[in-house]
């Protein structure tokens, strides 16, 4: 795969594929790659998807809707098998938990806790900024804390895969990692630089 120039003299050296299953946020997250020096594929092919270095699984929609594009395509059988850096962002992050309470769903089973909806007790969905605290992951290489943008209803309860929190009513997962896989509940490609700074470290990886 040929890469895009390298930015400030700095040489940029990997293959990104973008899982493409329809999900809405998908040109969003290739226009933040490329602005990183990297050349980022949208993709469903399951050996392009195997042979990449990076691979990044977005979402945004339904759950139910999306599970079922991925298991009407084998997607969902080929996720969990990857064995490079995989990074999932928002409904993606939620697909590779165990099940959502959206539509009933099961997902992937890659991050062991189930995700369950906000409680009327606060504005849903939560749109907007918060603040990431208790960050502990090289996701997070050069950041303490930071300010990053979100838009959804249902949320990851706090678990052992838990590498990043957010209050909003309570506190919740805002991101989560199991060996070499990652997610992110906010919008890396919408987080301005703390976005940026998150989506490098995953490249870097």
């Known amino acids: 795969m040929r890469k895009n120039p390298p930015i400030s003299g700095e040489l940029k050296g990997a293959d990104v594929v973008i899982i493409d299953y329809g999900a809405g946020n998908i040109q969003s997250i290739k226009f933040a790659i490329q602005r990183l020096g990297y050349r980022a594929e949208l993709s469903h092919n399951v050996a392009e998807i195997l042979s990449a270095d990076k691979v ?48 009933n769903t099961k997902g992937l089973g890659i991050f062991d806790v189930d995700v369950v909806r906000f409680s009327n007790a606060v504005k849903v969905p939560q749109i907007g900024w918060n603040k990431i605290e208790n960050l502990r992951s090289d996701l997070f290489q050069n950041l303490s804390e930071g300010y990053i943008y979100l838009v959804h209803s249902y949320y990851a309860p706090r678990c052992n895969n838990t590498i990043a929190t957010c209050t909003y009513g309570m506190e919740y997962s ?26 490098k470290n995953f490249l870097n990886l």
């Open 56 to 103: 990044i699984f977005p979402g945004v929609g339904e759950a139910s809707s999306a599970m079922k594009k991925l298991r009407e395509s084998g997607l969902d059988k080929v996720i969990p098998t990857l064995k490079q850096p995989v990074l999932g962002i928002c409904l993606g992050m939620q697909l590779m938990c165990n099940a959502t309470e959206e539509g």
């Open 174 to 199: 805002a991101a989560l990692q199991k060996d070499n896989f990652y997610g992110t509940q906010f919008h890396p490609e919408k987080s301005s630089t703390v976005g940026e700074r998150i989506l």
